[in-house]
């Protein structure tokens, strides 16, 4: 029997889910708003403040030359590509995940300028030196973390001063979350290749490569909306989550040491 190491039973994980996906046409505003309208306004998405904080560092993007990093199904960089990007790279480990984003991109009339490739993250070698003006990459982080090499890639292929902008990271500083992720988010995951919550310890092995490191830590009791998830439309619950995220607003402004203790966090390297 074949043994696998830890890459291969990523990629032949992730590889049941993408080959069920199912390509569409992305509507440009209506993308942005359905993850970046709150969960207290009627949105769907409870990680709204992650995708906001990230399309606001994001900016302008007209004419520039950038990676989605871990592309999955390749619709973050398909968005891109539709909001005027001038050129869009993606990678992933997936054979499936490359397929599906191809056939977005071609769905959505802009396969002359985006290109999607099989590659991991420590063996970029179809990318030159210094090729991108920025790096996008969602939920992605924290399953590459385990490989060794690939922070060396990230920074060779960025120009210098270009960012590498990272969201939707689990951060795992707070006790109390980790026996949340394990006893009700993670405890019906079948797949364990080596997936973690990333730490500081993570985070600053990857800004030895760069010149700034921007930390942006978020949700501390505003967490417990993973408790909630599908009943974001009950008045009570919005209640109770909008005066936990105000919580929030006072208690990491008062106290930023307690920044450590929150469930996610957005990064920005600066080459």
């Known amino acids: 029997m074949k043994s696998f190491g830890i890459s291969e039973k990523e990629e032949k994980w992730f590889d049941t889910i993408y080959e069920k ?12 708003s359905q993850r970046t309208l709150s969960i207290l306004n009627g949105g769907k998405n409870d990680r709204f403040n992650a995708f906001k904080l990230a ?22 960089g398909v968005f891109l ?12 480990i997936c054979k499936e995940a490359i397929q599906a984003a191809n056939t977005l991109a071609r769905i959505n009339g802009v396969e002359y300028k985006t290109f999607f490739d099989q590659m991991t993250a420590p063996h970029l ?18 399953h590459i973390i385990k490989y060794n090499g690939f922070e ?7 120009k210098k001063g270009a960012r590498a902008i990272f969201f939707n990271e689990p951060l795992g500083h ?44 978020l949700n501390l009791l ?23 995220l105000k919580m929030d607003n006072v208690l990491l402004n008062t106290f930023p040491s ?4 929150c469930g996610e966090v957005v990064l920005e390297f600066v080459k």
């Not at 302008?60 to 990093?69: C, F, M, S």
């Not at 590509?81 to 992933?92: N, P, Q, S």
């Not at 009700?184 to 490569?209: H, P, S």
């Open 21 to 32: 996906s199912e390509p569409y046409l992305i509507d440009v505003q209506d993308f942005l």
């Open 174 to 217: 707070n006790p109390f979350i980790e026996i949340m992720r394990k006893t009700i988010i993670y405890r019906k995951r079948a797949f364990n290749a080596g997936e973690r919550v990333l730490t500081y310890k993570d985070i600053n092995r990857v800004r030895e490569y760069f010149t700034v490191t921007n930390i942006y830590e």
């Open 55 to 76: 399309y606001d560092l994001i900016g302008d993007i007209e004419d520039k030359v950038i990676l989605d990093y871990g592309c999955g199904s390749g619709s973050l």
């Open 258 to 261: 307690l920044k450590k203790y």
């Open 125 to 142: 070698y179809k990318y030159d030196s210094f090729k991108f003006d920025l790096v996008v990459g969602k939920e992605i982080l924290h």
């Open 222 to 244: 505003f967490q417990i909306k993973r408790f909630f998830r599908g009943k974001y439309h009950n008045k009570l619950v919005r209640f109770f989550l909008r005066g936990c």
């Open 81 to 92: 590509a539709l909001r005027g990007a001038k050129e869009v790279y993606g990678f992933d």
């Open 152 to 158: 060396c890639e990230l920074s060779r292929v960025l």
